[in-house]
């Protein structure tokens, strides 16, 4: 029978072992926590020096002036113009194509190796370097199809890139949707197509809007591809308008036109070995950092809300 | 209770348990462990004997916004283990438990018997062989794992796998060890087997078994506790328990009129 | 009124519907069929870029064998005396890679770990979105910070560091990974079963031991799989690289020394004024292709280890 005292000296030793194991327990945590805001850390320092060097850019004029070999002068206005219309061209050629695909493989394909084959092929889609969609474009669209160094190649090519992602996001939000709910809509007489245009698609909005800004997000950073179609990088000048005053309104020249975009000409002013244009570079670099973090941010509140309205 | 002869080993004094969503799961409990022998918990699912069951290794302290209130007390020391001073690490050292689904480590079947001792910082080879092998006799599994001390536990039967974790539970001479429904996922011959290896361990150890068939709480256990919506409503000897009931509900229980 | 309606002849109304459900039947058709052909939209830019990639390299190997190619030690396209051995590339690329790996897969282990097993609800809700927001921060930016911020940082502490190399970038590109690996090992080590947690807890372990004993051990295959994973961003990161690092190929495994990585060279030509059909200009779908590969391996072998690993929980 255990006695009173050799329970309780038992227990001593049990005590200050436990303090020791938990002492590591408290070391890990901060250690784990450390690790993880390394980046953070590194985001926040990277975006104060960028701030800091970048400072003296930062005007209206900065958004105004074309490129400059007087990097005092210089500006972006047709880099923000160029990411602008890329991102145009993007969102009009993944979006549609992303989704319809994200329902086809959700609600349509048989479960067979046909559907296997195109899962396979979009989760590799998503791991392929973007430099990759990059030599695809300058064989397929700048050469095989002829579009040239233009906005339409560039458009297309980014969005190729995010066409995964938009897919991915697309099929995540329609899984989310309960079946009572399709079953609700097909007992009062719908086709396949109306429940899922009315109703699927319908519930599944606010996920695929994530998906999307996500992808426009990662479209507008992206520096790689853009480069190797061979875009050019200095650009003096601004595509034809979209719009124009006479009948049909609507301008398609703008599609061939040569182009540039922010990332390029930060990546062209940091290539350079002048310091003056390092300054430019940070405040090009401050401006992305700002504009691919707000649309992320939006896309992450956006589904953190969803996830908290939404409880089927 | 006229045949108690054991002393107390632990006792809960007017517990109460909520979880974090504010249900309140156990209404002032007190109801005291005899040292060495077993204690069977029965009542209808979701009358609170696992929730009570759990108290007595903290288990509910890994989630959080559960909360306490009332006193699990052990001897010989006095200790109330459900004392916020009270590190439940410490508690799990020396109450050690079997769960419903049998839970082995991703390990070998040797390593997943020396993993308490492991985690006590014990590295002595020879100390940790010979604690193994007591401890796999112990659950009556060393026969059928001996030549194979170093396979993955999850090549063992379902049967196997339970005995494996007794025998995991069993290495560091816990004081207490609870028993969670241990044989709901397992089928009647391994049933039988664990049925046989709890009443062998009496002689060891003080038992509290939670269990959703009553046959079971008659065939192994010395006493029995009947709860309904978190109550306790009777505890007493089993035998009594069994053929004469004090309160009217517990023999609705036992006799199949309700639960 | 009632009595009306029933005279109303039914026959006509009832082909009528019938006409309607065949036109509706084909419109429902042909609408899955675009849907399809979206869906094997992604079928078909795989094919577009093995079929460009074997196309362009196909002409290339017409010009340089594909002996040379493999084991040329000097990889000058553009010189007079032109030798396109993919090696320095390569040595280029696995150094800058091994080194953005030796910060990242510690490091993003231990966050893992942390998340999954230390941190409370409330911090994990903070600190997922802010991972997040940093896989979605664009590489340009961090090559701007390995260029002028960390290689001058570094040239501190190693004077003679040059103002290329890899080092500096690798550093970056680890510190990039970071968020990545964690994500999806700290995914794996949540899917091990609560059970299986429990089980350790109950037996007095710590938290520090219930990770490093049982979890991380019962999660070890998707955790391998974060890591190959970020084997083949690594490999695949370019701004970064073409930035910091210097694009001459060199061949060394020095992290001291500049050297180009597959895709810094392609960033390179590409930049350039290579005319369409030369054999400068086809070297760099060789390099693609060699770098498809790579990549292509480490995914295939990542997403089989999930997969596994998902099968078993």
Redesign the interface.
Known sequence: MTTQASVLANLAEVRAM?RK??R??FI??I???L??M???L??F??FI??VA?GYPRFSLDFLTNYPSRKAAHAGLLSAWVGSLLVMLVTFISAV???V??G???EE??PKNWFSD??EI?????A??????????A???FV??LGFGESILTAGLTLG?LI??IV?VNTRESIRGIPIAIREAAYAVGA???QVVFHHVLHYASGGILTGVI?GM??A?????PI????AL?FIAFLPPSPVSDVAPFINVEWLSSGFTVL?IQ??NW??RPDHAF?IN??AT?AL??VV??L???TA?WLR?RIRKNIKW | MATITSPVKAESRDLNFYYSSGHKALKGISMALYEKRITALIGPSGCGKSTFLRCF?R?HD?Y?GNKYDGQIVMHPDNTNILDSGVDP??V??RI??V?Q?P?????SIYENVA??L???GERNKRVVDDKVEEALKGAALWDEVKNRLHDLAFNLSGGQQQRL?IA??LA?DPEIMLFDEPTSALDPIATASIEELMSELRNKLTILVVTHNMQQAARVSDYTAYMYLGELIEYDDTDKIFTNPGRKETEDYITGKFG | MASQVLQKPAEPTISARLAKNVR?HV??RV??F???L??????A??I??VV??L??SFTFFEHVSLWDFLTDTQWTPLFENAHYGILPLVSGTLTTSAIALAVAI???T??A???SE????R?REI?K??????I??????????A???VTPLLQRIFPELPGFNMLGPGI?MG??I??YI?SMAEDAMRSV?M???????????????TAI??VA??AISGIIAAYI?GI?RA?????VV??AAGQQPNLTFNPMESAATI?AY??QV??GDLP?GSVGYQS??AA?LV??LM??TF??I??ITRKKFRETY
């Open positions: 436990i194991h938990k590591n327990d890990f945590s250690i784990g926590l690790a993880l390394l980046g953070l590194t985001l320092t990277l020096d960028l060097t549609p194509m992303g319809a695909a329902v086809y493989l349509y394909a084959l195109i092929n979009v989760t590799n889609l791991g392929v370097p973007s430099i990759v969609y990059g030599l695809l300058l064989g397929l050469y095989g190729l066409l995964p897919i086709t396949k197509w996500i997000a990662r507008i950073g992206e520096t790689a480069i190797t179609i061979g990088t990332p930060m990546f940091l290539s390092h570079a940070a670099g992305i950092i691919t973090l649309m992320n941010a992450i953190y | 290794n288990m890994l959080p690490i410490e799990r050292m050690s438990m769960f689904k839970n082995p480590f991703p390990k993993y308490g492991r985690v006590r974790c995991r539970a560091t | 509706r419109l429902e609408i899955e675009i849907l399809m979206a869906a094997l939209s992604a079928v830019t795989t577009s870029i460009i990639l196309y362009e510690p490091l993003g231990i966050g770990i942390y998340l230390f941190a409370s609800h911090t600190v979105p802010i991972l997040e927001l940093l979605g921060v664009p590489t340009v930016v961090f090559g701007y910070f260029l002028l911020f970056v510190i990039m970071i968020p964690s079963p059970s299986m947690r429990e089980g350790s807890y109950a037996m007095g372990a710590t938290r520090f031991q004993r049982v051990p019962a994973l083949s490999v695949g990161e370019t701004m073409a930035l895709t392609i960033v590409a930049m369409h760099i779908f693609g770098l498809m990549t292509l995914n295939i990542g997403h």
